[in-house]
């Protein structure tokens, strides 16, 4: 069955209102990105995601993992070995629960992305290197980040991101955080625009917080 290739348990169908999602009647349905699903992670990333021509193809959403020692040791590497790093680097990441977040899944494929997690596990956005977005909170906030969204090209615009931005909204409530935050693109939305729209988030209750280069979308569940 595809969902055992998928890796995937206890399904949750996307709910906008209280409409499902369906493409070419196909339901899209919301799960939370598990170790076993690598392999179909990897399938989407490699054929689908990206396969409008987007500039991100090959990045394999693990930007926020990636350090300088990775891309010094990729330099390293034979030049025709170099385009699979990070691809292995996610594959890798997923089976050791490092990468994490949520899929949009149609019938046998993942089909959108949602790069989420605490946000004390990204580097790039540690109290050292992005103190501004900390602003706020308190010493031991638990706060649920996301920082990529990803949708195949064909489907876009019919409401899976903002499905999957519920569903992370959902998971934080249930799962003990003391808020939520994105970081949407600042100014006209493109469709390479990895963080979402402004509008998406507003939509959603959050507020928009001004940091030096950018904006931090940001809802707090419990009072500072």
Request: aromatic share 12%; glycine share 8%.
């Amino acid at each position: 069955m595809w969902f055992d290739f998928l890796g995937i348990e206890n399904l949750q169908f996307i709910v906008i209102g209280k409409q499902m999602i369906t493409i070419d009647e196909s339901y899209i349905k919301v799960c939370k990105l598990t170790k076993n699903m690598a392999a179909g992670y990897i399938d989407y990333f490699e054929n689908r995601a990206f396969s409008d021509g987007n500039i991100q193809k090959g990045c394999y959403c693990v930007w926020h993992h990636w350090t300088e020692k990775h891309e010094h040791e990729r330099s390293l590497m034979p030049e025709n070995e170099r385009p699979y790093r990070k691809r292995d680097y996610a594959k890798e990441l997923i089976e050791k629960g490092v990468l994490n977040g949520f899929v949009a899944v149609c019938e046998d494929r993942i089909v959108g992305f949602c790069n989420a997690d605490n946000k004390n596990t990204y580097f790039r956005l540690s109290r050292e290197n992005a103190p501004n977005s900390w602003t706020g909170y308190r010493e031991g906030d638990k706060i649920l980040s996301i920082v990529c969204f990803t949708v195949e090209p064909d489907i876009r615009r019919k409401g899976i991101a903002k499905a999957m931005l519920e569903h992370a909204c959902q998971y934080a409530k249930e799962n003990g955080y003391d808020g939520i935050e994105g970081y949407p693109s600042k100014g006209k939305f493109s469709a390479s625009d990895c963080g979402g729209s402004v509008e998406m988030y507003t939509d959603q209750g959050f507020d928009i917080i001004e940091i030096p280069n950018g904006v931090v979308a940001r809802k707090n569940f419990k009072k500072q």
